[in-house]
Structures are given as structure tokens and as C-alpha cells.
């Protein structure tokens, strides 16, 4: 009796634990990506007089070094959709992944976070919000709300308004406090 006890008791405790999302990258898929990062950082700014005319969807990503309740870095997807004739800025923040301090991907954030700035002569500013969900290293779940502040420029990559980078710097405030500080960047669809 003593033994069926003590195996139902370990499934009552393994139940209490909950599982990460498994993450949606590789090592390499983050070597990639904060070097396609570097490449755009070095590109020139977009002049006023060659910026598109009405609007651009950019497709990339948001790197950055991860500190708080957590240690690592973090790599998600962004669109940003930058609207020149009306000076606006929208888009999200999606497959937010998390990898350790030696960059090996550990789990995939559940969640996305909504954008909304502006646009002025080609200097980009506006904020990255949202509610996130994981699974902290206590194997518990948690939820988070997540702002970070994007700040940045079109530049020129192959055309004229074709790319845009920045910083995108932040927190969470919740269930885990997380420090964010890193990059932005894309190219046009």
C-alpha cells in the first residue's frame, strides 16, 4: 500500500510543475539573426527627400540581452508597418524566444505585443506592449505584461526606405520582472 501511495503522491507533484513551450529556433537561427542585425546597423539613414511615400510593411526581428528573473537573451518576430503619409507606426511582436547565457534557446513565450508610434522624416519612436506567458525556472507559470520602447530610423539597404533599426528597450512587470535591452531591425516586404 505503501508503495502505490508514494506513486501516486510523485504524479501529484510532477502535475504541479508546468512545461515550457518548447522554443520555434535554433543556436543558429540566433547567430543569423544578430548578425543580419549587425549588417543593418552599419546601413545609411534615409534622406527626408527619399523616403517612401505612403505605407511600408517591414518584416524582422527584436534581439536583445535578457537580465532580471531571468539571464539570457531573447529573439522575436516583428512586422512593423510604417505609414509615411500619415506619419504613423504599427505592428506586432510575435514567437518571443528565450535562450540561456550561452545562447541555447529554452523556451518560446506565449503571447504578443501590440506596436504603436510614429513617424517624423524618417526617425521612428513608439512603444512594443503586451501580455506574455511562460513558465519561470521554478517550473511554474507565469504572466507578465511586457512594454518596450522602440526608437529608430528607415535606412537604406538595396533602395531607398527599404530597412529600418533601433533600440528596443524595456521590462515586464507581473509574475517575473525582466529587463530588456536590445535591437530592432527589418527589411521591406
Known amino acids: 500500500m ?12 510532477m502535475g504541479a510543475c508546468a512545461a515550457p513551450t518548447p522554443p520555434s529556433i535554433s543556436q543558429t537561427d540566433l547567430n543569423v539573426a544578430f548578425a543580419e542585425a549587425t549588417r543593418i546597423s552599419a546601413l545609411p539613414a534615409t ?13 524582422g526581428q527584436i534581439g536583445a540581452n535578457v537580465t532580471g528573473d531571468a539571464q539570457g537573451q531573447m529573439l522575436a518576430d516583428m512586422t512593423m508597418v510604417v505609414r509615411f503619409d500619415s506619419n504613423a507606426m ?3 511582436v510575435s514567437n518571443m524566444n ?10 518560446r ?4 505585443l501590440t506596436i504603436a508610434g510614429f513617424e517624423s522624416a524618417g526617425t521612428l519612436g513608439g512603444v ?6 511562460g513558465v519561470n525556472s521554478g517550473g511554474r507559470d507565469f504572466d ?19 530597412a529600418v533599426y533601433g533600440s528596443a528597450t524595456g521590462a515586464t512587470t507581473g509574475d517575473v520582472n525582466l529587463g530588456v535591452t536590445g535591437v530592432f531591425f527589418g527589411t521591406e516586404r
Open 144 to 162: 507578465a505584461d511586457m512594454v518596450l520602447d522602440l526608437s529608430g530610423s528607415v535606412v537604406n539597404d538595396r533602395w531607398y526606405g527599404d
Open 90 to 92: 504599427g505592428g506586432t
Open 98 to 107: 528565450l535562450m540561456d547565457t550561452a545562447g541555447l534557446p529554452e523556451q
Open 109 to 112: 513565450l506565449d503571447g504578443k
Open 128 to 133: 512594443a506592449a503586451g501580455q506574455i506567458s
Open 47 to 59: 534622406s527626408y527627400y527619399d523616403l517612401p511615400t505612403g505605407s511600408v510593411t517591414y518584416d
Open 2 to 13: 505503501k508503495s502505490m501511495f508514494s506513486g501516486v503522491a510523485t504524479l501529484v507533484l
